[in-house]
């Protein structure tokens, strides 16, 4: 079946430094793609949905400046942390819509980012 | 007033118990609508679409009601194997929501 894949599954970082996270569609190309983020005991959050060739497009409250997404191609989508802080430690995840699926959507593995 | 909402449990019931799951969602003009399954520490993945007509996958059946803007996830014969909080989810446009989850233990 169709497979997202997301890398690295687990980063510890020093703060202040940045965290890039990518998010690759295995078998298939998808032109839109969703970053999330969960906290413990909490929902998927949508922080911003990623469009192939264009800017992305965030959520109420997220910092575009903060958490920067690029998706350069129909199989690629990348998020980077910047400048990480304690506060940014979360399980993030990416998903990607399989159009010849009738949009059903996958979800990578998720990165746990631990900003010491 | 957030986009699904749903009861976040605790559901304790026993092996071969029945469990149902409700969750409401407020834009009337949602498109789409699923139940996906998160194991702990993992990603979300698609239990079952929903459909109009209610639709039914071996022991687990979706219903939903547009009128009052509510899908139910039915599910029958509890396996242990079942425990895992499952996300009530919603399509727009072009975005997707999510409820808070709600958290099922079957226990033996």
């Known amino acids: 079946g169709a497979v997202v894949s997301q890398h690295p599954s687990r980063v510890i970082c020093k703060s202040g430094t940045s965290v890039k996270i990518e998010c690759r569609s295995l078998d298939f190309q998808a032109t839109t793609m969703f970053w999330y983020r969960q906290f413990p005991k909490q929902s998927l959050m949508l922080m911003a949905t990623s469009n192939e060739g264009s800017k992305a497009t965030y959520e109420q409250g997220v910092e575009k400046d903060k958490f920067l997404i690029n998706h350069a191609s129909l199989t690629l989508s990348t998020l980077t942390v910047t400048s990480a802080h304690p506060e940014d430690s979360s399980f993030y995840i990416c998903?990607?819509?399989?159009?010849?699926?009738?949009?059903?959507?996958?979800f990578g593995e998720g990165s746990r980012l631990t900003v010491l | 007033r957030k986009e699904v909402e749903q009861d976040p449990g605790p559901f304790n019931v026993p092996e071969g118990a029945t469990v149902a799951f409700n969750c409401t969602y407020s834009?009337?003009?949602?498109?789409?609508f699923f139940w996906y399954r998160q194991d702990c520490r993992k990603e979300p993945k698609l239990l079952m679409s929903?459909?109009?007509s209610g639709n039914e996958d071996g022991r687990f059946t979706a219903q939903l009601n547009r009128a009052s803007q509510y899908i139910s996830l039915l599910i029958r014969d509890s396996k242990l194997s079942d425990s895992a909080t499952y996300l009530c989810v919603v399509r727009g446009f072009n975005k997707f929501y999510f409820g808070s989850g709600t958290k099922l233990n079957v226990k033996p």
């Open positions: 929903v459909y109009s």
């Open positions: 834009n009337s003009a949602s498109q789409s």
């Open positions: 998903s990607a819509r399989d159009e010849s699926r009738a949009g059903e959507l996958f």
